[in-house]
C-alpha cells in the first residue's frame, strides 16, 4: 500500500464519517438514475423541453459551450453537482488557491495556477523577468550562438509536458508568430531518425537548443542533449563563452544545468511545486515566448487567468470546468463509458488532443486514492483525438455506427468568415448532429441509431487569450475529476516503472552483465534477439 501524508488542506464542517456517508448516498443516487433509459433518448429530452438548449449552454468570456446534446436532465446535473458538494470540492478548490499542500504524495502544492496569477509572488517575478531578459537579448541579437550567429532556430529538447505544452501553444498561435524568422523544432524522442531529421533542417551555427526538464533526470532528455553536444563539439567553429552561447535552459535544478555546462545567466528556473504537465505558464514556455513576443505571452497568461478566476469563484451550476469534469464523470462512472474524444474543427489546434491526453490520462489514471488505499470505481477515460475534418474520414464511422458510445467535445472557432473556416463549423455541427439524430429511414438496415453524445465548445477567436482560457479549462476539469476520484492528479508513480527497468538494463549492458538480469522470458529474449540482430 502507497502510504500518504494526511490531507493539511482538509476542512470538515461535518466528521470524516458523515461526509463519506453522505457522498455514498449521494453516488447510488446517481446509479439509479442511470439505470433510467429514458435519459438516453435525447431527442425525447429536447422534444420535453423546449428550454433545453438555453438551459444547458453557458459562456464565459471567449468560450461558449453547449451541454444540451448530453445524456442529462437537470435532475441529474443536481445530484451530480450534489456529488461535487460532498466532495469537499469547494474547499479542494480553495486549498488549489491558496498554495496548501495538494500534492499529498510529494508534500506540496500545485503552483500552476500561481505561474499566471496578477501579481505574480517575489520570486515568480524574478523567475519570468529572467525569462523574458533571455528571450529579449536572443531575439534582439544582442546574444548570440556559440558560433557568433543570430538565433534563427529553436530547438526544443523536452518529453512530456516539456514540449507538448509549448508545441500545441506554438501551432495554435502560429499566424500570431511575430518572430517569424523564428523556426521552433522538438526533440523529444531518443531516435537517431528524429535527430538526423532535425540536423537536416536546420542550420546548427543559427540554433538556440532549449534545455526544458523540471528535474534534468529525464534519461531521453539528457541523452538527447549529449547526442546535439557530440554534433556541436564536432562542428567547426563551435566556441560557448560569455554571452554566446547555443544552449538555454529551463528547470527548477539549476545546479544540474550548471554541471552539464550552461552558463547562470542562460538559466531560467521556475518552482518546483510546478507539475510538468502544468508548466507551459512557466519557463518551460520560453518556445512559445520566443514565437509570439512578451505581449502576446502575457497575455496567453492572462487568459489563463481569467479562467482560474470564474473556476475559483463561480458557482457550481454556472461554473464551466465543473459541469464538463461532472459530465465527464457521469459518462465514466455511472454510464460506464470508457473512452472519451476530442475533436477541434481547427487545424490550428491540432495538437490539442495530444496533449490533453498527456493532461488526462498521466493525471487521473490512477487506482489507489490519496490514502493508498486501491479504488474500486474507474478513474480517468481513454482519450484521443485529431483535427475534424481528418477524422471524418478515419475514425468517425464508429462513432455514428459502432456498437460503442462515447462522449466528444467538439471544438470551433468562429469570428473568422472565409468559406474554408464557414465549411468546417458547418461539418462540425453536422456531425455532432447527425450523431444526436441519427438517420431517418428506420428500414435501412444500415441506419445511425442517433442518440449519441456530444458538448460543442465555440472559441470567439483563437488568440493568445482565448487559447489560455482553454486549456486553463481542461487543467480545472481535471483537477475536478482528481477531487470526485479522491485522487493525487499531481503525481505519477506509474510512469516511472517501465523508465527503472529501462535503466536497469542499460546499466548490466553496459557492464555486460545482462544475464543477471531478472526478467521474464518472454521480454528476455526479445532483448536477447534485438541487440543480437545484425
Known sequence: MIAYNALSFTIHTLTQKQMNQNFSDQWQKLKRLANDESIKDLQGLFSNDTNRVKMFSHEYKDIYVDFSKNWINQDVLNHLLALAKHANLDKKIQALFSGAKINVSENKPATHTAQRKIPLSESMQHDR????????????????????????????????????????????????????????LYFASVDDVRLLSILKSIDIKSTLFCLSSKSLGTIETLKNTESLLTVLNGTKGYNPKGTNHSFVAATANCEKAISLGIPESHIMPFDTATGGRFSVWSAIGFPLLMAIGEVRFLEFLSGAETMDQHFEKTGFDKNIPILMAMVSIWYRNFMHLSAYAVIPYDANLKHLPAWLQQLMMESNGKMHDVNGEQLTISTSPWLFGDHGQLSQHAFFQAFHQGKDVLPIDFIGVIGEHTDAKNYLLINMMSQAAALMNGSDDTHDEFNCPGNRPSTTLLLNKLTASSLGQLLALYEHMIFVQSVIWNINCFDQPGVELGKKIAREIVEHIQDDTLKDVRLDPSTQQLLERALKHD
Open 129 to 184: 523577468d529572467k525569462m523574458f531578459e533571455v528571450a529579449k537579448n536572443y531575439a534582439s541579437g544582442k546574444w548570440k550562438s556559440a558560433f557568433n550567429n543570430k538565433i534563427k532556430t529553436v530547438v526544443n529538447i523536452g518529453i512530456g509536458g516539456s514540449y507538448l505544452g509549448p508545441k500545441v501553444a506554438i501551432q495554435a498561435l502560429t499566424d500570431l508568430q511575430i518572430n517569424s524568422h523564428v523556426q521552433v
